[in-house]
């Protein structure tokens, strides 16, 4: 156990849906990081939270939003889903902004799109 | 454009049979670069930082190093537990002057018994 919550661990929904994935991450940890990863392109940075604030933005679709709460845990919100969705959404955290020693990754959602 | 390569995509070998695996980038002011294990189903572990070419980090059989154009990692005398897929990132100043990590695909190891 990594110490970052990921739910749910699997998710099933149609073209057109909306979903929302939770992460809690590591205690004390006060960065959460996005990334969606697929066969063909591999980890792909979505966004980052540092204490509550967006600290970074990467290849985050329109359609995709996220906010971190007080508790610092973590939402991404996923509408108008479409099949080229389905991958595999991983939360990461690390104690700084920087992430100078390392992230830490939960075990994922793994979305899939029918 | 800033790459990062990974080689092989694939490796399969016998245990005890020590190889290296190799992360090239071509980026404008490395920040840093990162060595990672996936297990099938998991999420990235974190296996080592590196910030200057020449520096090295071990970690049991495990050993990173970084050049100024790619970073190798080797594996001594492999188990089957190393099985795993290896990745490597590359930590950049965007042009916003932001950090931004760039990811490899990955090199799948399978080591058999």
């Given at each position: 156990?990594?110490?970052?919550?990921?739910?749910?661990?699997?998710?099933?929904?149609?073209?057109?849906?909306?979903?929302?994935?939770?992460?809690?991450?590591?205690?004390?940890?006060?960065?959460?990081?996005?990334?969606?990863?697929?066969?063909?392109?591999?980890?792909?940075?979505?966004?980052?939270?540092?204490?509550?604030?967006?600290?970074?933005?990467?290849?985050?679709?329109?359609?995709?939003?996220?906010?971190?709460?007080?508790?610092?845990?973590?939402?991404?919100?996923?509408?108008?889903?479409?099949?080229?969705?389905?991958?595999?959404?991983?939360?990461?955290?690390?104690?700084?902004?920087?992430?100078?020693?390392?992230?830490?990754f939960g075990s994922g959602t793994?979305?899939?799109?029918? | 454009?800033?790459?990062?390569?990974?080689?092989?995509?694939?490796?399969?070998?016998?245990?005890?049979e020590s190889s290296s695996l190799?992360?090239?980038?071509?980026?404008?002011?490395?920040?840093?670069?990162?060595?990672?294990?996936?297990?099938?189903?998991?999420?990235?572990?974190?296996?080592?930082?590196?910030?200057?070419?020449?520096?090295?980090?071990?970690?049991?059989?495990?050993?990173?190093?970084?050049?100024?154009?790619?970073?190798?990692?080797?594996?001594?005398?492999?188990?089957?537990?190393?099985?795993?897929?290896?990745?490597?990132?590359?930590?950049?100043?965007?042009?916003?002057?932001?950090?931004?990590?760039?990811?490899?695909?990955?090199?799948?190891?399978?080591?058999?018994?």
């Amino acid at each position: 156990d990594s110490g970052v919550t990921q739910t749910p661990k699997h998710l099933i929904t149609a073209t057109g849906q909306r979903v929302t994935l939770r992460c809690s991450p590591r205690s004390g940890d006060l960065s959460v990081y996005w990334y969606q990863q697929s066969l063909d392109q591999g980890l792909q940075f979505l966004i980052q939270y540092y204490n509550g604030e967006e600290r970074a933005k990467g290849n985050i679709l329109e359609r995709f939003s996220a906010q971190q709460f007080p508790d610092l845990h973590s939402e991404l919100n996923l509408s108008s889903l479409e099949l080229g969705d389905s991958a595999l959404y991983f939360c990461a955290s690390s104690a700084s902004g920087t992430g100078n020693y390392g992230y830490t990754f939960g075990s994922g959602t793994r979305l899939t799109v029918v | 454009e800033d790459q990062v390569t990974q080689s092989p995509e694939a490796l399969r070998l016998q245990e005890g049979e020590s190889s290296s695996l190799n992360c090239s980038y071509t980026v404008s002011g490395l920040r840093g670069l990162f060595w990672y294990r996936q297990d099938p189903g998991k999420g990235p572990e974190f296996l080592f930082t590196l910030y200057s070419a020449g520096e090295e980090k071990e970690k049991e059989r495990l050993k990173a190093t970084l050049t100024k154009k790619e970073s190798f990692l080797h594996i001594t005398a492999p188990k089957p537990e190393d099985s795993a897929t290896y990745l490597c990132a590359v930590r950049i100043l965007n042009a916003g002057n932001n950090r931004k990590l760039i990811w490899g695909l990955g090199t799948s190891l399978a080591v058999n018994p």
